[in-house]
Structures are given as C-alpha cells and as structure tokens.
C-alpha cells in the first residue's frame, strides 16, 4: 500500500488525476487531495505520504517551497510534479529528488512516473549486503556497553542518577537526560535459532536499518533489552509538534517493517509512544508497555501511551541437568515471544526427558515445573483468562505439584495448560480481526459518499494502515479499494436502473468528486456509459 497525496489548486485537475489513480488497483493506492500547498502542509503534519503529485506554480505556498516541507518531514517520499511549464531551468534545482510530468502529456505519462516511484520505494528498502570484512569494519566498540547500561538502567540495577551527560557522551547516548524522550518499543522474532555468524549478521543489519529510518532524523539511542525486545529512546533534532513527530516515527516504523521482512525475511510489530515522556516515567512504565504488546501480531503497528523467573536445580546427572536447563532457556524466549509450536515442542520434549524422574521431590524437577507454571500464570494473567480457563484446566494444579501422580503427568499437565492459552489467545486474535473488517464494511457502507480512504478507514478502528490493508484483505480476498469500488459499482447499477435520477445526482450520491470521474469509473468497470447502461437495461424490461 502506497499513500498518494495529490495537491493543485485546479479542482478538474485534481479530480482527473484522483479518478486516473483510483483505477490503478494493483497498486493499492491510498488517495488523498489538497487545493495548496497549505493544506497539503497540514496533511503532512498528520500522516506518512509515500508519494506527492503537486503542481508547482500554486499561490501562497509554491511546488518548490513544499517540496522542502515534504523533504524534512518524510525524507523517503517521492515528489512527481504536474506542471503546464516545459522550462527545464525551473525544476533543475529538484531534479535530482524528483520527477514532473507536463499536463499537457496523456494520462500514461503520470501513470508511468507513479510506478517508477513506487519502485524506487521498493529499491530504497534493500540494504546494500555487506562483506565480512565491512562488518568488522562497521562493529561499534561501544555499543556493547551502551546497551548494557541501558539494559540495566531499565531492569532496575542502576538508578537514573547515574545517566549523567558525561557518561552519556562517554557512551554514545546521543540524549539529553533531563529532557523528554519519544520511545518505540520493537518485539521481534528470536533468532537464537540461527548459528552464531548468521544471528550477529542477521542482528548488524537490523541495527543499519535502525540507524536508517530513525536516526537520520532524530537523536538518541537504542538497545536490546532481551532477545525479544529492542527499545528506541529518541529526542527530536527540530522543534515539531508532538503529534507530527509521533506521526514520523509511525511512518518511518512501517518503512522499517516492510525493509526488515525484505531483507531479513524477518517480522516485528511496533509500538510507538503517543507522547513524549520523561525517563523516570518511562522507567516506571515499561514493564506494562511489555505487556501490551503480547497482543500485537507479528506486524502490527500501534500508537498507545504508558502502563524474572529463576531456573534452580537438584537424581539427574550433571549433563542432563544442563540439557534440561537450554532447553527451559529455549523455552522462556518462546514463550515470551509467543512462538506455540516451539513452545509445546519444547514442552513435549521436558515430559519426556523428565518421566525417568520416579520422586516427586526431585528439586530439580519441582523447580523446571515451578518455572513453567509461573511463566504460564503470568501469561493468563496478562490476557485474562482466569475465567475461562478456571475450569477447563483446573488453574489450581498451577500451584500444587502434588495433585500430579508423576513428573510425566505434570508436564503433560502444563502443556494441556499452554495449548489452551495459545488456543484462546488466537481464537481472540481472530474474532477482533473479524470484528475490525467488519466495523470497516459497515463503516464503507454507511459512509459511501464519504471519506473512505484508507487512512480514514485506519483512524476509525486506530490501526495502522498497513495492517488493516492485511487483514482486510487476508479476510476478504480483496482489497478495501476493490471492496469499496464493487459496492460504489453495484450501487450505481442499481440506481441506474430503478431510479429516475440523473447521472449527475447518481455521481453525488455515490461521493464521485465529478460526473466525468464517475463516466470514466463505470466506462471501466462495465464497458458502457452510465446512460448507454441505463438504456441497455430498459431494452431487457
């Protein structure tokens, strides 16, 4: 999905191109106009544009002079400028960032630099793969350190005092401790499952994407807090409004989803602070900001504001303990990351490991199950499920080992426990899904001469753009511009052939900007003109 805003101050010029777009299905387009470069400024402010079409001799706020708004406040966006001048000597200055079309050349021309851009989109999200020798070349000394200060600051072993703005310096902590910080909170994917070359390659490249889409433009710094967790602290480099800025970090988070899972084959969801907060408020919080994000999908996107067990030991030889302790290791990463054929993999493999163990008062097992369990009530905790699973698995076992006639039947017990919280979870999942396509559709049906754009659409059920194209589309078969088309198309047919109204009225009804946009549309769709239709449809009565 690519967001296209479209800015002239000549509405026929406008509506063309809007209805010349709108037909570019395969593109899935997300279309928005603006009559200057004012309001094409203020929609600039709110949301991520991947590509502008403006005009460049506009009153009170020229092409040129908007283009260097766009430039400073999406630095991917693509500029495509629709101009009436031939003169090349007006656009040499831009030429390098942009395109222009005359409007004076056909429709294709504009069709044409539309998809270069979007291919360059596309380009721009490929990292350049570096060799072995760059990437002992590019390895920061002190970013080890500087994660592990941050890791630590955030677990609790040291206090905020000791973030002083020598040792920020010192570190590479590019912020300003007694100011606010912006924060993102990225869970990915464990890669512990790759060797130790492929995760520090996998890890480096992550880390350049990072630097990339959010530190070109802001300062701060970020870290790893666990395997499953990187967490960005930004400051912003230019006083903008705090929602314009969060806006940013939303636009360049869905960039750097779509850049991770084309170079890494890789999926992160992204929660984005909606307000900028103070370090000891973050501090406070973070561990329910964790929690939030145990119902963010794989590559969802939200804007929202602020809210360890030990493994022991104790019949077994020492290398099977060992064995046992990687795989519980395995385990809480799996867990944590929500992974369910890993986790009930992993969990399968301790009910077998662990049935030789004939005492119930090996330490060694009791505490592996303890371990579990802990991890297993806090997971139904944080999705509340206490009622429904009270008494399909009898919560109580969770605390009392002694309930079990064997260590067999005991991880057997907690796996049963596992598969039912991974069932609800996703059954969950599914039915929001549901919900939010369907709140959607409605939402298009009633609303059908309206604003249907897809970043409305998005702001209705607050998810981000790209997510709700995917379910949406993941649900339906189609996408939301295909939907919307075949309802506007149905209900045009309709109205042609039991209505006496003129196409004009038809057009209005239906929220096309013109008459002309609305013939073209159903000439597409159908072949015919809406009155060759109308009459074609009286001839069969």
Same mark, same amino acid.
């Given at each position: 999905m690519y967001s296209v805003l479209i800015v002239d101050d000549e509405k026929m010029i406008r509506d063309d191109v809007y209805g010349l777009l709108s037909m570019e299905e395969s593109l899935e387009?997300?279309?928005?106009?603006?009559?200057?470069?004012?309001?094409?400024?203020?929609?600039?402010?709110?949301?991520?544009?991947?590509?502008?079409?403006?005009?460049?001799?506009?009153?009170?706020?020229?092409g040129l002079e908007l283009y260097d708004i766009v430039r400073e406040r999406w630095p991917f966006c693509k500029v495509?400028?629709?101009?009436?001048?031939?003169?090349?000597?007006?656009?040499?200055?831009?030429?390098?960032?942009?395109?222009?079309? +005359?409007?004076?050349?056909?429709?294709?021309?504009?069709?044409?630099?539309?998809?270069?851009?979007?291919?360059?989109?596309?380009?721009?999200?490929?990292?350049?793969?570096?060799?072995?020798?760059?990437?002992?070349q590019q390895k920061k000394p002190l970013l080890h350190e500087r994660s592990m200060f941050l890791r630590e600051l955030f677990e609790g072993y040291r206090g905020l005092s000791q973030l002083t703005g020598e040792l920020s310096v010192q570190l590479g902590i590019n912020l300003d401790p007694e100011k606010e910080v912006y924060y993102l909170l990225l869970r990915h994917e464990a890669w512990y499952c790759e060797n130790y070359q492929e995760q520090q390659n996998s890890t480096q490249d992550c880390y350049q994407l990072l630097e990339r889409y959010f530190l070109d433009f802001m300062r701060g710094a970020f870290f790893e807090y666990n395997k499953n967790y990187i967490v960005l602290l930004l400051q912003p480099e230019k006083?903008?409004?705090?929602?314009?800025?969060?806006?940013?970090?939303?636009?360049?988070?869905?960039?750097?989803?779509?850049?991770?899972?084309?170079?890494?084959?890789?999926?992160?969801?992204?929660?984005?602070g909606e307000r900028p907060v103070t370090l000891s408020q973050l501090l406070q919080e973070f561990i329910g900001i964790c929690?939030?994000?145990?119902?963010?999908?794989?590559?969802? +996107?939200?804007?929202?504001?602020?809210?360890?067990?030990?493994?022991?030991?104790?019949t077994l030889p020492e290398h099977k303990k060992q064995e046992l302790m990687q795989m519980l290791w395995r385990l809480e990463y799996y867990l944590e990351g929500m992974e369910e054929e890993n986790s009930l993999n992993v969990l399968r493999q301790l009910q077998t490991e662990l049935q030789s163990v004939k005492s119930m008062h090996d330490l060694f097992a009791l505490e592996a199950y303890c371990t579990i369990s802990s991890r297993l009530i806090g997971w139904i905790k944080r999705l509340?499920?206490?009622?429904?699973?009270?008494?399909?698995?009898?919560?109580?076992?969770l605390y009392n080992v002694s309930m079990h006639a064997n260590w067999q039947d005991a991880?057997?017990?907690?796996?049963?426990?596992?598969?039912?919280?991974?069932?609800?979870?996703?059954?969950?999942?599914?039915?929001?899904?549901?919900?939010?396509?369907?709140?959607?559709?409605?939402?298009?049906?009633e609303h059908l001469d309206g604003d249907t754009s897809l970043y409305n659409l998005a702001e209705q059920v607050h998810f981000s753009q790209e997510y709700l194209l995917r379910i949406f589309k993941k649900k339906e078969g189609?996408?939301?511009?295909?939907?919307?088309?075949?309802?506007?198309?149905?209900?045009?047919?309709?109205?042609?052939?039991?209505?006496?109204?003129?196409?004009?009225?038809?057009?209005?009804?239906?929220?096309?900007?013109?008459?002309?946009?609305?013939?073209?549309?159903?000439?597409?769709k159908t072949g015919l003109t809406p009155n060759a239709y109308r009459e074609a449809e009286k001839r069969k009565q």
């Open positions: 387009l997300d279309l928005t106009t603006a009559a200057s470069g004012v309001e094409a400024q203020a929609i600039l402010e709110k949301r991520k544009i991947d590509i502008v079409i403006m005009d460049i001799n506009m009153p009170q706020m020229s495509i400028f629709l101009t009436g001048y031939s003169d090349f000597d007006y656009v040499y200055k831009v030429h390098k960032h942009a395109k222009y079309v +005359l409007k004076a050349e056909e429709d294709e021309k504009i069709l044409e630099a539309l998809r270069e851009s979007v291919e360059e989109i596309e380009n721009s999200l490929l990292l350049e793969r570096l060799t072995d020798l760059q990437r002992e006083l903008l409004h705090e929602e314009t800025i969060v806006k940013m970090l939303a636009g360049a988070g869905e960039l750097f989803q779509k850049a991770l899972k084309k170079n890494l084959g890789r999926t992160v969801s992204i929660l984005v929690d939030r994000m145990i119902w963010l999908s794989g590559e969802e +996107l939200v804007q929202e504001g602020l809210q360890k067990e030990a493994l022991a030991k104790e509340e499920l206490h009622e429904e699973l009270a008494f399909r698995v009898g919560t109580l076992n991880f057997g017990y907690l796996r049963h426990v596992a598969e039912s919280i991974f069932s609800l979870k996703n059954q969950s999942v599914e039915k929001q899904t549901e919900d939010v396509v369907n709140q959607v559709k409605k939402y298009i049906v189609i996408t939301i511009l295909q939907y919307i088309n075949d309802l506007k198309l149905a209900a045009a047919k309709q109205l042609l052939t039991d209505s006496e109204l003129q196409v004009r009225e038809i057009a209005d009804r239906l929220g096309f900007a013109s008459q002309g946009y609305f013939g073209r549309f159903f000439r597409n």
